[in-house]
C-alpha cells in the first residue's frame, strides 16, 4: 500500500514547521514506521539542522529533481532511527528550481517506499508553498495562539480546500497555559472556532524545544520534556491511534507552587 | 586599486609594479616606461618582479610587451598579476577580474609552481564554471561566504574572510581560507587528489578533496587554535596542523592510487 504524503504547512513563518516536521518524523520512525521527511524550504534549508544531519548531505532534493543523482542517493538516514530519512532542500538554490509537478513525482516516489512522507512547507503561498502542497494527501496546519499566526493559517486552509488537498488538521504550538488562563493569549477553542479543522494537537511552551532545535536532537526523542510528550501524542494520532489530549495545567501548578514559595518565575 | 600612475611597491615577496587603468595601451606603454626610466638606477636587477595589470583587458601579446619593457631595463618578471581586490561573489560567482595571461603550462588545476612562493599565479583566470579540464589560476574572494552562497572555479580558491555554514566552495585546486572555514570546502573536483584545504580557523561542516568526502565527528568540537590543513593520506581525508612546509609536498608514496 502506498504511504501517506503529509504536508506540514502554517503560512507564517516561525511558528515552528520545521520543529513539528523534526519531530512528527521522529515521533512516527520511534514507532516504527518507515518515514522519509522532505525539506521543500529551498534555498533557506533548516530541518537538516534541526535533526543534525547537516554534514551528512551530499545531494539534495534539486539535484534529484534535476537528474544528477538517484532518490536513494539524496536521502539521509537518521543517525539515532534506523527507519527515518531525510531528503534535504538545496540553499544555494532558489524555490525556482523545483516544479509543482516534479514535487508531486517525488513526493509519490517516496510513498511507494514510505509509510509516511512528510514535507516541510516554507512560509508564504508563493512557489514553495505550491512545490510542497503539490503531491500532498493531507495537511498539517501549525499556529501559534497569535491572531497574526491564525490568520495566516486560515488563508492557508483556504489555499488546501482550493487545491484538493485533504483534511488539513491543526497543530497549537507554544501554548502557555499562565497566559491563556489569565486571558492574555488565545485559547485552543479560540482557534478552532476561526479555523474550524480538526484539532491534531497542542504544543505546550517549552524552553527544552529551543535547547533540542540548537542540538540537533528533536524534543520529541526526550522523554521529560513536556513538548517532546506533546509531539509523541501526535504522532500517534497520525498513526491513527486514539491518544487523549495532555492536560496542560500540570506545569501551571508547579509554577503557582514556585510562586507561593518565592522562586522566581519569568513567565 | 585604480591607480593613475605606474606605482612601484616594494613587497617582502620583491617589487611589485602596478600599472594605472589606462585603456589607452601606446599611453600605458609610455607611462611604464617612463617610470622605469626614472627610478631604473634603483631598481634595476629587481629579480621575480610582479607586474599587476589591474583591471585592464589585455591580450596575452600586450602582456608580453609590457614584460619586456620592464626587462629592458634589467630586472625579470616572475609573475603577472590581476592585483588586489579580485572578486566580490555574488550567485553565481563571476571573478570580476582576471589575472593576466602568461602561457600557463598544462597539468592538473592545482599543479603548483615551485620556485614561486604565491604559487598558481599564472594562467588568465576566467570566472568559468568548474570543469575539471586543467584550468590554472587562483580566484580571490574578498568577504565572506553566506549561507546559499557558492563559489565553484577550475583553480584554487583564496577566500579573505570566512566560509559559513551553509556556504559552499568547489575549487579544482587548493582551498585557502583566510578565516573560519565553517561550510562546505571540496577541493582537487573532481579527482584531484593532491589538493589541500587550509584555514586559519578549520571547522568546515563537510569536506571533500576528489571524490573522498569526511564530515567531523558527531558531538561538540572545540574551535581549533590554530591553522589546520587537510589532504588525502591512504584514500582518506585527513586534517593537521597547517605548516607551510608540509603544504609544499606534492606528493607521498601511496598518493598516486587511482591515477
Known sequence: MEGRVIVVTSGKGGVGKTTAVANIGCGLASRGKKVALVDADIGLRNLDIVLGLENRIVYDIVHVIEGKCRLRQALI????????????????RDKEAVQPEQMRQLTRNLAQEFDYVVVDCPAGIERGFKNATAGADEAVIVTTP?????????????????????RPRLVVNRLRPEMVKR???????????????????????????????????????????????AFRRIA???????????????????????????????? | MKTEDVIFKGTKRGLCIILPHDEDFQRLKGKLAAKLEKTSSFFAGATRAVLDIGELALSDDDVRELVSIVESFGMSVSRVAGGIGLATVAEPPVPQRAGAPVPSKPGPASERTHGDSEGNGHGRVEGEQLS??????????????????????GGNIVVLGDVNPGAEVVAGGDIVVMGALRGVAHAGAPEN?????????????????????????????????????????????????????????????GWKEGL
Do not use: C, H
Not at chain 1, 495566516?152 to 480546500?161: F, P, S
Not at chain 1, 487523549?244 to 522562586?263: N, Y
Open chain 1, 77 to 92: 538516514r537518521d543517525k539515532r532511527l534506523q527507519t527515518l530519512f531525510l531528503m534535504p532542500a538545496a540553499q544555494s
Open chain 1, 146 to 166: 497569535e491572531v497574526s499566526a491564525v490568520r495566516d493559517a486560515d488563508r492557508i486552509v483556504g489555499l488546501l480546500e482550493a487545491q484538493g488537498v485533504g
Open chain 1, 183 to 229: 486571558g492574555e493569549m488565545l485559547n485552543v477553542e479560540d482557534v478552532i472556532d476561526i479555523l474550524a479543522i480538526d484539532l491534531l494537537g497542542v504544543v505546550p511552551d517549552d524552553e527544552s524545544v529551543i535547547t533540542s532545535t540548537n542540538k540537533g536532537e528533536p524534543v520529541v526523542l526526550d522523554g521529560a520534556s513536556r513538548a517532546g510528550e
Open chain 1, 236 to 267: 500517534a494520532r497520525i498513526d491513527g491511534e486514539n491518544v487523549p489530549f495532555m492536560s496542560l495545567d500540570a506545569g501551571g501548578l508547579w509554577s503557582r507552587l514556585k510562586r507561593i514559595i518565592g522562586i522566581g518565575v519569568s513567565r
Open chain 2, 132 to 153: 575539471g579540464s586543467g584550468a590554472a589560476g587562483t580566484l580571490l574572494v574578498r568577504g565572506t561566504l553566506r549561507s546559499g552562497q557558492r563559489t565553484s572555479f
Open chain 2, 193 to 253: 587528489k593532491s589538493a589541500i584545504v587550509v584555514a586559519l580557523r578549520f571547522m568546515p561542516t563537510q569536506l571533500r578533496i576528489a571524490d573522498v568526502i569526511a564530515r567531523p565527528p558527531d558531538g561538540e568540537s572545540k574551535a581549533p587554535r590554530s591553522p589546520e590543513m587537510a589532504r588525502i593520506r591512504n584514500e582518506q581525508i585527513v586534517i593537521e596542523a597547517y605548516s607551510a612546509r608540509k603544504a609544499e609536498m606534492e606528493e607521498e608514496p
